[in-house]
């Protein structure tokens, strides 16, 4: 006689990674239950290979105009990772940013590495004062340090398709969730000189909050516009060389460009990831050969 108890884990942002799913548990009988019959076991178990699926997603996002108004429709059409498997992979690629961004350089000095301390400070005994054999030890002021950090390497690898698959998962999702539109090219409007005022009308005529977190993905950024949005703290202007996974999961819109959404669908779709398999497929040949 068996009892199924499920415990389910608390909620955290990555439930979906398999570690954070509910598990079940199965307690033994007691002595006074009779045991369970013996089933032969298996000789051999058939080996199961794990695949990760990854399907498209298309999203129609409007186009507006520098005025607010709804000009057309633009579709951007990306990879994204299913649900089951996609939080995981985001994950792990914040991950390994934010853990490739640190520099290692903190560095202390024990105690064999603090300049002096060769002298013992007064003698061992007749002074009623505990014994001392060292200014430098770490128990005084300007001593070394016990168990301080040390120069290290922090960077970890993930796999290109993974990285490449996260940033278009997120892309993806906040399409899907209205999160994102499509401006028309807007450099020509201040071609007279920034103006930082016109630049937060255009966000509200957009349907923006400047007090909540946004970020541009505009393939070149202009001296006029990078001069008049510098100065809003909420928002991010990147390109695809300073694109990053941290940004676009911490802004609460996207706003993408023409050109932008061109780039995304050319770096981040469908047709990229068989030009990848065909590429390891030759380079596999050629190392075989």
Same mark, same amino acid.
């Given at each position: 006689?068996?009892?199924? $108890?499920?415990? *389910?884990?608390?909620s955290?942002?990555?439930?979906?990674?398999?570690?954070?799913l509910?598990?079940? +548990?199965t307690?033994? !009988? &007691?002595?006074?239950?009779s045991? !369970?019959?013996?089933?032969?076991?298996p000789l051999?178990?058939p080996?199961?290979?794990t695949?990760t699926?990854?399907?498209a997603?298309?999203s129609?996002?409007?186009?507006?105009?520098? &005025?607010?108004?709804?000009? @057309?429709?633009?579709?951007?059409?990306l990879?994204?990772?299913?649900?089951d498997?996609?939080r995981?992979?985001?994950?792990?690629?914040?991950v390994a940013?934010?853990?490739?961004q640190?520099?290692? *350089?903190a560095?202390?000095?024990?105690? @064999?590495? $603090? +300049?002096?301390? @060769?002298?013992?400070?007064?003698?061992?005994?007749k002074?009623? &004062?505990? +014994?001392?054999?060292?200014? +430098? *030890?770490?128990?005084?002021?300007?001593? @070394?340090?016990?168990?301080?950090p040390?120069?290290?390497d922090w960077?970890?690898?993930?796999?290109?398709?993974e990285r490449r698959?996260?940033?278009?998962t997120?892309i993806?999702?906040?399409?899907?969730?209205?999160?994102?539109?499509?401006?028309?090219?807007f450099?020509?409007?201040?071609?007279?000189?920034?103006?930082?005022?016109?630049?937060i009308?255009?966000?509200r005529?957009?349907?923006?909050? !400047?007090?909540?977190k %946004?970020?541009f993905?505009?393939?070149?950024?202009p001296?006029?516009?990078?001069?008049?949005?510098?100065n809003?703290?909420?928002l991010?202007?990147?390109?695809?060389?300073?694109?990053n996974l941290?940004d676009i999961?911490?802004?609460a819109?996207?706003?993408? *460009?023409?050109?932008?959404?061109?780039?995304?669908?050319?770096?981040?779709?469908? %047709?990229?990831?068989?030009?990848?398999? $065909?590429?390891?497929g030759?380079?596999?040949?050629?190392?075989?050969?």
């Open positions: 006689m068996t009892f199924a $108890v499920t415990s *389910t884990s608390p955290l942002s990555l439930s979906a990674c398999s570690i954070f509910p598990t079940t +548990r307690l033994r !009988p &007691s002595s006074s239950c045991p !369970p019959p013996r089933t032969a076991a051999s178990s080996k199961i290979k695949i699926l990854v399907r997603s298309a129609s996002l409007p186009v507006l105009s520098f &005025s607010g108004d709804k000009v @057309g429709e633009a579709l951007l059409d990879k994204s990772a299913p649900p498997t996609s995981a992979v985001i994950h792990r690629a914040i940013e934010q853990q490739n640190r520099r290692g *350089t560095s202390t000095l024990t105690r @064999g590495e $603090v +300049r002096g301390g @060769g002298k013992k400070p007064y003698p061992q005994k002074t009623g &004062s505990a +014994r001392r054999g060292s200014q +430098r *030890t770490p128990l005084r002021p300007g001593g @070394g340090v016990v168990f301080g040390k120069p290290k960077s970890i690898k993930i796999n290109r398709k698959l996260a940033f278009s997120a993806a999702s906040a399409a899907a969730s209205s999160d994102a539109i499509v401006v028309e090219d450099a020509d409007e201040f071609d007279a000189g920034p103006k930082t005022r016109e630049f009308a255009a966000l005529r957009w349907g923006l909050d !400047p007090k909540e %946004s970020m993905l505009m393939t070149e950024v001296e006029n516009v990078k001069l008049s949005c510098r809003i703290g909420t991010k202007v990147l390109t695809p060389r300073t694109l941290f999961l911490d802004a819109k996207l706003v993408l *460009t023409k050109s932008s959404l061109h780039y995304l669908n050319s770096m981040y779709g469908e %047709s990229v990831e068989e030009a990848d398999d $065909v590429e390891d030759e380079e596999a040949e050629e190392e075989g050969r």
